[in-house]
């Protein structure tokens, strides 16, 4: 390890001053960093979301962010002391890692706030067994790197950034797509709605990646400073290096003094016995060392029974009531099992009216009607549809028009055929729904009916068709059912 090449200058920091050069690093490697991180995240989470589904897609992801973070500790760890660090070899470095580290990390030391600080022990320093157990030791001597505090400080980030960035994505949506309905409705959420909220989650875990993986080997560099003194020796080559000439000429000149020595020493021989006995005459002094006597209780009932009196009975009672207590303890505990048992196969009903009560079935259910078609306020929706989308086509409000045709119609197929709409739904995915459950000719009419919508609403269009033709055509639809209905 060559200190000289590191790029930042290894003095003593605090937890806050190793976070703030934590920053600094990251900035300026930020792009591969992310890139590494983006590389792995992103396949897993398509191939997860196609093969699970989207919500499993985002949980995977999240479970294997130890092993994602790999790729970035090795990057980290080239740059630092200015070595030449390449994406693709930072990405094989997986490879080199051990199956057990990889599965204790994933299980057993998954939530440990630590595993930043740590991970450079298994994978630089490459250490095993007793080894690696009093290396972390070591670590954790004398200081704390509060990477509890790092951790709480990186998972806040992601949750201010993934709220940032959805807040983003809201403001560019058109006003006329909805995303009230998919909020309160998150189970029945579309699909499109899922898949964006997990990718914003993953692209905001990314973001923060690089910082939490470079503040915790910042944190384990400064610790190895204070343990190891690498600015003393850095400071010492330094002057190694400014001094050598130096250095040199004082040496010839402490050779030259050291020929005029005589070669004998003047010194006395020290006998060691006799230190010893100064030593132990010096501690045995009452001014020397200041003594205090305590009293201890003995509790060796067995030996001073003879001096004070036989008092083995009294602890053999309490030896007999802790057995008691204890044996009593477990009686109950076998008679609570056997009572929980017993309502369980004989009072069935106790444990039935705890459960939740069940959604009635064959409940009317409201109306909905998506919000691309909401151009009018529910408080001036006719009670006549049909005569008043004849009034507004007669007005050349075509617009107006078809929305009081789409309005008639939704509440139709939700009434008849048990379509379920949602506000969040644009136009493919009410007729993929509705086509679902209705017969081929009405299939043919909402057909008609939401290209009509399309051509005249997105794209500002004058309707080549007889709109009185379509008229016809949803009330022969409608009454058409409503016999079907009457006659059943």
């Excluded at 390890?1 to 790029?7: C, F, G, K, P, Y």
């Excluded at 010839?252 to 006995?277: G, Q, W």
């Amino acid at each position: 390890m060559e200190l000289n090449r590191l790029s930042f200058n290894p003095r003593k920091r605090g937890a806050y001053e190793t976070f703030d050069l934590t920053v600094l690093l990251t900035k300026q490697h930020f792009l591969p960093l992310f890139s590494l991180y983006i590389c792995l995240a992103v396949p897993v989470f398509i191939l997860a979301g196609v093969l699970f589904g989207w919500s499993w897609s985002a949980f995977i992801v999240w479970f294997l962010k130890p092993l994602f973070e790999r790729p970035i500790l090795d990057y980290m760890s080239k740059v630092v002391f200015n070595q030449q660090a390449t994406i693709s070899s930072s990405l094989k470095s997986i490879l080199k890692l051990q199956v057990g580290d990889i599965f204790i990390n994933l299980t057993l030391y998954r939530l440990n706030p630590n595993r930043a600080f740590l991970a450079p022990v298994t994978q630089l320093e490459r250490l095993e067994g007793g080894h690696k157990k009093m290396r972390k030791q070591v670590l954790f001597a004398t200081s704390k790197p509060k990477q509890t505090l790092w951790m709480m400080f990186c998972v806040h980030f992601e949750f201010i950034l993934m709220l940032g960035i959805s807040a983003i994505l809201f403001t560019l949506m058109p006003t006329s797509l909805s995303l009230e309905e998919p909020l309160y409705q998150i189970l029945e959420s579309p699909l499109w709605m899922e898949i964006a909220f997990n990718s914003v989650y993953v692209l905001s875990v990314a973001l923060v990646a690089p910082l939490f993986v470079t503040g915790g080997f910042l944190a384990y560099l400064h610790r190895r400073i204070d343990l190891e003194g690498w600015d003393i020796e850095l400071t010492f080559k330094n002057m190694r290096a400014r001094l050598s000439n130096l250095l040199s000429s004082a040496c010839l000149v402490f050779t030259c003094c050291l020929v005029t020595v005589p070669s004998k020493t003047m010194a006395e021989p020290i006998d060691k016995l006799i230190i010893k006995e100064q030593v132990s005459t010096l501690y045995a002094q009452d001014n020397v060392i200041e003594k205090k006597t305590t009293w201890v209780p003995n509790f060796d009932l067995e030996k001073n029974s003879s001096a004070d009196g036989d008092y083995r009975w009294f602890a053999n009672f309490f030896k007999s009531l802790g057995n008691f207590l204890s044996y009593f303890i477990w009686l109950l505990i076998v008679l609570l099992v056997l009572w929980l048992v017993y309502l369980l196969v004989k009072k069935r009903g106790f444990f039935l009216a705890l459960e939740l009560p069940k959604k009635q079935k064959n409940q009317p259910r409201e109306h909905m009607i998506p919000s691309m078609f909401t151009d009018i306020k529910p408080q001036d929706i006719p009670e006549d549809l049909i005569a008043a989308a004849r009034s507004a086509y007669q007005e050349s409000n075509q617009r107006l028009a078809l929305a009081y045709l789409l309005h008639y119609s939704l509440r139709w197929v939700q009434g008849t055929h048990q379509v379920e709409l949602h506000r969040s739904m644009t136009e493919t995915e009410c007729k993929s729904a509705i086509d679902a459950k209705v017969t081929e000719q009405s299939k043919d009419v909402f057909t008609q009916l939401f290209s009509a919508w399309v051509k005249v609403a997105w794209g500002h269009q004058s309707l080549n068709f007889d709109f009185n033709v379509l008229i016809a055509q949803i009330e022969a639809m409608t009454s058409a059912s409503k016999e079907q209905i009457n006659e059943a």
